[in-house]
């Protein structure tokens, strides 16, 4: 069953069913979904649909010619296969459909890794036949790097021809949480925090057994589809994988800034640690955060802001699973699991659930249900008023886990979240009210607490129009 993907669809839809000739580019990372969506899109259309492969150029043009030529267009009364790259391309006009001329090519790097020409025969093509015809190609890929620095950049033969380019992403919460049914919703954040919204990660867990059944059949055992899932993909895409794996394993344990990263995996080169940061950042395993209202010296800076695992499987490995590797290899599944995850897996989901609750405001903004339109939202850290343990403010470093800032900075909303067993409690209540103190002055402030497991009564019994209250049980997903 195909899950998600709602926008992608739409997209290639309004595409497909519109008047003008198409060239699209749709790309992501590996097992983001791109080509169960594209095999979604296509299957009530007439179609060709090529998988490219890592193989010879002339095999390439053979399997290629197979799929033209067995759509009974005029050439395959003559021909096995075509002569070459330009008369196999120039051919999808003669395709006989009804509608558009519909051909997606997946994995379009390969087919341009043996032949550096493709670009060039398709560009011309393009100019001088294709853009006149109802034909809608798709080009996709994985490589994201040899995508956006060699097939879009302004030097190669394609840039401009684009009517569309669409990069996809992980799944939010709110759809990956539709491949587990039977869970509640603190285990499917749960689950949403160990495998994020990667659909090839999702389709691994079975919602019928527990969490704990799942991480241990279905990560842990050796031999399992996600058990070499890391090594693999740094394998394939870096060299020097050690030094890799130990800025990793530093982001994942807490070292996030520049400095904390060169001690901790004792890089001392800033930048070559610069270096190594800015590839893992192209392969969508970082990313770099800065304050929601960092400025444009700041964001040109690569030494501020933090550093941070985008993928969550990543993040759940090596902050579990790396160190652990040899006892897993040995066996030690129920071991490692009771001994080094159980009671830890709260803790760990509770950077998750500021994502989620993240996520939830912009469904809420999307259906006109905040108390105002923000422009921005993101995390805030910096200096700034703190409660002391006298009940004073002073001046401290510290964070907000939601923020977010209406177009002319006049509304400013503060979200706290708390996913503990406890209710959120008054005291963090007051924490809340003490930051950002100096902004009440001139601005309208509005709270937005979040809670596993509830508030405190005084929290409730101040409960206004500036005061939102999200009980997990409460929350709308939907």
Known sequence: MFIGREQELNFLNSRYHSKNTELIFLYGRYHIGKTETLHEFCKDKEHIFYSCQECPDNIQLRNFSQSLLKENIKASQYLSTFYDWQQALSSIIELPYKEKKLIIIDEFPYMCKNNKSIPSILQNLWDTTLKNENVMIVLCGSAMSFIEKELLANKNPLYGRATGIYKMKEMNFFDARKFFPNYSLEQQIIT??????????????????????????????????????????????????????????????????????????????????????????????????????????????????????????????????????SSLEDGDVDGIYQYVIADNLDRYASITYEKV??????????????????????????????????????????????????????????????????????????????????????????????????????????????????????????
Request: hydrophobic share 35%; glycine share 4%; proline share 2%.
């Open 192 to 325: 949403y925090s160990i495998l994020g919204g990667i659909p090839h990660y999702l389709k691994q867990f079975n919602s019928d057994l527990t969490i704990e059944e799942n991480i241990k059949y279905n990560i842990l055992t050796k031999g399992c589809i996600l058990f070499n899932e890391v090594e693999f993909l740094l394998h394939q895409e870096l060299r020097e994988t050690a030094l890799y794996n130990s800025i990793i394993e530093a982001i994942a344990l807490g070292s996030t800034k520049v400095n904390e990263i060169s001690t901790q995996t004792l890089i001392n080169n800033t930048s070559k640690n610069s270096v190594y940061l800015k590839n893992l950042i192209e392969l969508g395993i970082v990313e770099r955060e800065l304050s929601i209202d960092a400025g444009n010296k700041e964001i040109a800076n690569n030494n501020r802001g933090i550093y941070q695992l985008t993928n969550q499987f990543f993040r759940f490995w090596y902050t579990f699973i790396f160190t652990n590797y």
């Open 357 to 478: 609750c993240q996520q939830y405001l912009t469904r809420l903004q999307l259906k006109n249900k905040l108390p105002f339109r923000y422009e921005k939202i993101g995390r805030w850290f910096g200096k700034t008023t703190v409660r002391s343990k006298n009940n004073n403010t002073e001046i401290k470093e510290t964070k907000i886990d939601i923020l977010a800032l209406s177009k002319k900075e006049k509304c400013y909303l503060i979200g706290e979240c708390k996913f503990k067993e406890s209710p959120f409690s008054y005291s963090e209540y007051l924490d809340t009210l003490a930051k950002l103190e100096p902004l009440k002055k001139n601005n309208k402030i509005y709270y937005a607490l979040f809670s596993k497991n509830g508030f405190d009564e005084n929290i409730i019994e101040e409960k206004n129009e500036q005061l939102l209250l999200f009980n997990l049980k409460d929350m709308s997903f939907d």
